[in-house]
Nanobody
Protein backbone atom coordinates (compact mmCIF):
# COMPACT_ATOMS: atom_id res chain seq x y z
CA UNK A 1 0.00 0.00 0.00
CA UNK A 2 1.01 3.59 -0.64
CA UNK A 3 0.11 6.69 1.32
CA UNK A 4 0.02 10.05 -0.43
CA UNK A 5 -0.11 13.37 1.41
CA UNK A 6 -0.48 16.67 -0.41
CA UNK A 7 0.63 20.02 0.92
CA UNK A 8 1.27 23.55 -0.29
CA UNK A 9 -2.23 24.72 -1.06
CA UNK A 10 -3.01 28.31 -0.14
CA UNK A 11 -5.02 31.38 -1.04
CA UNK A 12 -3.27 33.59 -3.59
CA UNK A 13 -3.98 36.49 -5.90
CA UNK A 14 -4.51 35.94 -9.60
CA UNK A 15 -1.17 35.87 -11.37
CA UNK A 16 0.58 34.40 -8.38
CA UNK A 17 2.35 31.07 -7.98
CA UNK A 18 2.19 28.05 -5.73
CA UNK A 19 4.09 24.80 -5.52
CA UNK A 20 2.16 21.77 -4.38
CA UNK A 21 3.93 18.75 -2.93
CA UNK A 22 2.82 15.15 -2.62
CA UNK A 23 4.82 12.98 -0.24
CA UNK A 24 4.60 9.23 -0.85
CA UNK A 25 5.27 6.59 1.77
CA UNK A 26 4.76 2.88 2.18
CA UNK A 27 5.39 0.79 -0.90
CA UNK A 28 6.74 3.35 -3.31
CA UNK A 29 7.66 2.17 -6.78
CA UNK A 30 8.82 4.78 -9.25
CA UNK A 31 7.72 2.62 -12.16
CA UNK A 32 4.17 3.78 -11.56
CA UNK A 33 3.16 7.00 -13.21
CA UNK A 34 1.84 9.79 -11.00
CA UNK A 35 -0.75 12.45 -11.58
CA UNK A 36 -2.40 15.58 -10.25
CA UNK A 37 -6.14 16.11 -10.33
CA UNK A 38 -8.41 18.88 -9.18
CA UNK A 39 -12.05 19.36 -8.37
CA UNK A 40 -13.72 22.73 -8.07
CA UNK A 41 -17.03 23.29 -6.28
CA UNK A 42 -19.88 22.03 -8.43
CA UNK A 43 -17.48 20.74 -11.08
CA UNK A 44 -16.33 17.32 -12.17
CA UNK A 45 -12.87 16.10 -11.31
CA UNK A 46 -10.30 17.15 -13.87
CA UNK A 47 -6.95 15.58 -14.64
CA UNK A 48 -4.30 18.29 -14.48
CA UNK A 49 -0.92 16.70 -15.11
CA UNK A 50 0.83 13.35 -15.18
CA UNK A 51 4.43 12.16 -15.24
CA UNK A 52 5.98 8.76 -15.85
CA UNK A 53 9.30 7.27 -14.77
CA UNK A 54 11.05 8.65 -17.82
CA UNK A 55 10.02 12.19 -16.99
CA UNK A 56 7.56 12.41 -19.84
CA UNK A 57 4.65 14.65 -18.92
CA UNK A 58 1.06 15.21 -19.92
CA UNK A 59 -0.99 18.33 -19.16
CA UNK A 60 -4.56 19.39 -19.47
CA UNK A 61 -5.01 22.12 -22.07
CA UNK A 62 -6.23 24.48 -19.37
CA UNK A 63 -2.85 24.47 -17.59
CA UNK A 64 -0.33 24.01 -20.40
CA UNK A 65 2.42 26.58 -20.22
CA UNK A 66 1.52 27.53 -16.66
CA UNK A 67 1.88 24.34 -14.60
CA UNK A 68 4.85 21.99 -14.36
CA UNK A 69 4.81 18.52 -12.81
CA UNK A 70 8.03 16.99 -11.53
CA UNK A 71 9.34 14.35 -9.15
CA UNK A 72 12.15 14.09 -6.65
CA UNK A 73 12.54 10.34 -6.52
CA UNK A 74 15.11 10.43 -3.72
CA UNK A 75 12.48 12.09 -1.54
CA UNK A 76 9.51 10.15 -2.94
CA UNK A 77 7.86 13.48 -3.58
CA UNK A 78 5.75 14.69 -6.49
CA UNK A 79 5.45 18.41 -7.22
CA UNK A 80 3.14 20.68 -9.14
CA UNK A 81 4.53 24.13 -9.82
CA UNK A 82 1.65 26.45 -10.64
CA UNK A 83 2.37 29.84 -12.19
CA UNK A 84 0.16 32.58 -13.56
CA UNK A 85 -2.70 31.31 -11.46
CA UNK A 86 -6.23 32.19 -12.47
CA UNK A 87 -9.44 32.22 -10.42
CA UNK A 88 -10.62 29.23 -12.44
CA UNK A 89 -7.70 27.25 -10.99
CA UNK A 90 -9.46 27.35 -7.63
CA UNK A 91 -10.03 23.74 -6.58
CA UNK A 92 -9.08 20.96 -4.26
CA UNK A 93 -5.94 19.41 -5.72
CA UNK A 94 -5.16 15.71 -5.36
CA UNK A 95 -2.14 13.62 -6.22
CA UNK A 96 -2.58 10.02 -7.26
CA UNK A 97 -0.62 6.99 -8.42
CA UNK A 98 -1.51 5.24 -11.63
CA UNK A 99 -2.54 1.59 -11.47
CA UNK A 100 -0.09 0.82 -14.29
CA UNK A 101 3.53 1.40 -15.13
CA UNK A 102 4.92 3.94 -17.57
CA UNK A 103 1.74 5.19 -19.23
CA UNK A 104 0.47 8.75 -19.12
CA UNK A 105 -3.20 9.39 -18.56
CA UNK A 106 -5.44 12.04 -17.06
CA UNK A 107 -8.32 9.62 -16.58
CA UNK A 108 -9.00 9.44 -12.86
CA UNK A 109 -10.34 5.90 -12.75
CA UNK A 110 -6.95 4.66 -13.95
CA UNK A 111 -5.38 5.79 -10.67
CA UNK A 112 -5.52 3.54 -7.63
CA UNK A 113 -4.09 5.56 -4.74
CA UNK A 114 -5.11 9.08 -3.82
CA UNK A 115 -4.07 11.71 -1.33
CA UNK A 116 -6.41 13.69 0.88
CA UNK A 117 -6.19 16.85 -1.19
CA UNK A 118 -4.94 20.38 -0.63
CA UNK A 119 -7.02 23.48 -1.28
CA UNK A 120 -5.93 26.12 -3.77
CA UNK A 121 -7.91 29.35 -3.88
CA UNK A 122 -7.11 32.07 -6.41
CA UNK A 123 -8.75 35.46 -5.99
CA UNK A 124 -9.14 38.11 -8.67
Amino acid sequence: QVQLVESGGDSVQAGGSLRLSCAASGYTDRRYSMGWFRQAPGQEREGVAAINRYGTTLYADSVKGRFTVSEDNAKNTLYLQMNSLKPEDTAMYYCARDRSYYRLTLVGVEYGYWGQGTQVTVSS
